[in-house]
């Protein structure tokens, strides 16, 4: 809420959040005015609901917000709970006025006795016609689609403050304006409030099949940020077939995404494979003007999942793609140990390269596709699978201290290319050696070539491996970028 007084800057927006069905002017401007002198008034962290505490995850699951009571077409609030008990403050918006959504107990629909905490956690958006949601917003500042499958995965949040540091700090969507677009579209305005500072936010959202949003983002910092987080995705990743035999579970895998993509300015498309770290780490990639990056489940073969519930092959992917230039700057990558499915252990962001000073005004604007198709491919090679054990050839005895890389490329633009064709694997490594490599195209398999790669690290950290294959000055793929521990 706004320090005493402050309401009184924005007096539209202030009176429409009296409720009672009144309604007030609203605009995209007004909600920018009041995120700037928000930033000027004394930060006033959320309470939340005292009763939402004895709501545990199966009494939340037996409250039900009543079709017959669906905002804008297609809006249900989501209750309050011991896990999302900070209540949020909605409205709907309608020929450029907003109405406040007053909480009311006949909202809802019970089981077994159980009685709603008063208040709104967040809400969703349903699928014309079904019982199931396809946009969601509850928690901080968190969102997540279902993209064009009908099944939820990776998150992602209006910002990331300080992720990887020692004390991260989490801003929180605290009033929500939902106006219904035709078509069925949604644009959705959010004001952001934060100890370090404020926001405001306009997703454009619509779902042809994929689900993309336009968003809008203006910043106004109450302090500085060490690290400020543009446009993050937040996802899990606990084991795959390179590393099953650290889990203990019966599934072949688990994981939200499988992969950090990223496309530079300079046209290179990179991948990283995401892992479980035994530590956390912190990956940073130049990203200058970066034209799109984000995290993606490539693996979508259900028999290496083998989950008929929660159907890890249809988790949706989520594309970032900066709108105009966005300057200077790093994709961060941030994991930490996991040891089961219901935590998010990866975050990757954008970060500036300049100072983030107190007082400034920061404004970014990008697109987010939350879909299964890969964005980030297309006649280019790019890795199909990657794996590591041990150097040296099949059948000999292992290299002490060293591992072997094998990654695999596949592509149309390799169509037609044999041993003869002059194919090279370009291989960097850093805090290590290259011992052996070689590029070959798999035998019997469609446009599949491997590439093979002893490295030994230098001491106990990683050395990072860069490769990607390439015929003459050609380059014919994305780089693959893999960090390799010694053995």
């Known amino acids: 809420m706004l320090a005493t007084g402050a309401t009184a800057l924005w007096p539209a927006l202030a009176q429409a959040q009296r409720g009672g069905g009144e309604a007030a002017p609203f605009s995209w401007a007004l909600l920018q005015q009041r995120a700037e002198g928000l930033s000027k008034q004394p930060y006033r962290a959320p309470q939340p609901v005292a009763a939402a505490a004895a709501l545990d995850y199966d009494a939340v699951g037996g409250i039900r917000y009543r079709p017959e009571k669906t905002l804008a077409g297609g809006v249900r609030p989501f209750p309050l709970g011991k896990y999302a008990p900070v209540p949020v403050t909605l409205h709907v918006v309608a020929n450029g006025s907003?109405?406040?959504?007053d909480y009311a107990p006949d909202l809802f629909e019970t089981k077994n006795g159980v009685i709603p905490a008063p208040g709104f956690a967040g809400f969703r958006v349903m699928e014309p016609g079904r019982e199931s949601d396809w946009l969601a917003y509850m928690g901080a500042s968190y969102f997540?689609?279902?993209?064009?499958?009908?099944?939820?995965?990776?998150?992602?949040?209006?910002?990331?403050?300080d992720t990887g540091l020692e004390k991260e700090q989490f801003p929180t969507f605290t009033h929500f304006w939902i106006e219904r677009q035709s078509g069925g579209g949604y644009t959705i305005y959010a004001l952001l409030d934060g100890e370090s500072l404020t926001g405001a936010f306009r997703f454009v959202t619509r779902h042809p099949g994929a689900v993309v949003q336009d968003v809008s983002s203006v910043l106004f910092l109450r302090r500085p940020v060490a690290r400020l987080g543009i446009a993050p995705a937040t996802s899990m990743f606990w084991y795959d077939d390179r590393s099953h035999r650290t889990a203990t579970d019966w599934r072949p895998e688990i994981h939200d995404s499988d992969g950090l993509a990223m496309r530079t300015a300079g046209g290179e498309h990179v991948w990283r494979p995401l892992r479980n770290p035994a530590q956390p780490t912190t990956d940073s990639f130049a990203?200058?003007?970066?034209?799109?990056?984000?995290?993606?489940?490539?693996?979508?073969?259900?028999?290496?999942?083998?989950?008929?519930?929660?159907?890890?092959?249809?988790?949706?992917?989520?594309?970032?793609?900066?709108?105009?230039?966005?300057?200077?700057?790093?994709?961060?990558?941030?994991?930490?140990?996991?040891a089961g499915e219901t935590t998010d252990n990866v975050v990757c962001f954008w970060t500036p390269g300049a100072p983030v000073a107190a007082g400034q005004r920061l404004a970014f604007d990008y697109r987010l596709t939350w879909g299964s198709t890969d964005p980030s491919v297309g006649r280019i090679a790019h890795v199909v699978d990657t794996w590591t054990g041990s150097?040296?050839?099949?059948?000999?005895?292992a290299i002490a201290g060293a591992v072997k890389l094998v990654a695999d490329f596949v592509g149309d633009g390799l169509a037609?290319?044999?041993?003869?064709?002059?194919?090279t694997a370009e291989i960097g490594v850093s805090r290590g050696k290259l011992l052996e490599s070689a590029a070959y195209p798999v035998v019997g398999q469609r446009n599949r070539w491997r590439v093979t790669a002893d490295v030994a690290p230098d001491g106990a950290g990683p050395a990072d491996v860069?490769?990607?294959?390439?015929?003459?000055?050609?380059?014919?793929?994305?780089?693959?970028?893999?960090?390799?521990?010694?053995?």
């Open 98 to 101: 907003a109405t406040r959504v």
């Open 144 to 161: 997540r689609s279902a993209g064009s499958q009908d099944q939820y995965g990776l998150s992602a949040r209006g910002i990331a403050i």
């Open 287 to 338: 990203a200058d003007d970066v034209r799109a990056f984000g995290l993606l489940q490539r693996d979508r073969a259900f028999d290496h999942y083998q989950d008929d519930g929660a159907f890890y092959d249809r988790r949706p992917n989520l594309w970032i793609e900066p709108q105009g230039k966005w300057g200077a700057g790093r994709v961060i990558l941030y994991a930490f140990p996991t």
């Open 391 to 397: 150097a040296g050839r099949p059948g000999a005895a």
């Open 416 to 423: 037609g290319l044999t041993r003869e064709s002059g194919v």
């Open 466 to 487: 860069r490769l990607f294959l390439k015929r003459g000055a050609a380059v014919l793929g994305e780089t693959l970028l893999m960090p390799l521990h010694r053995p």
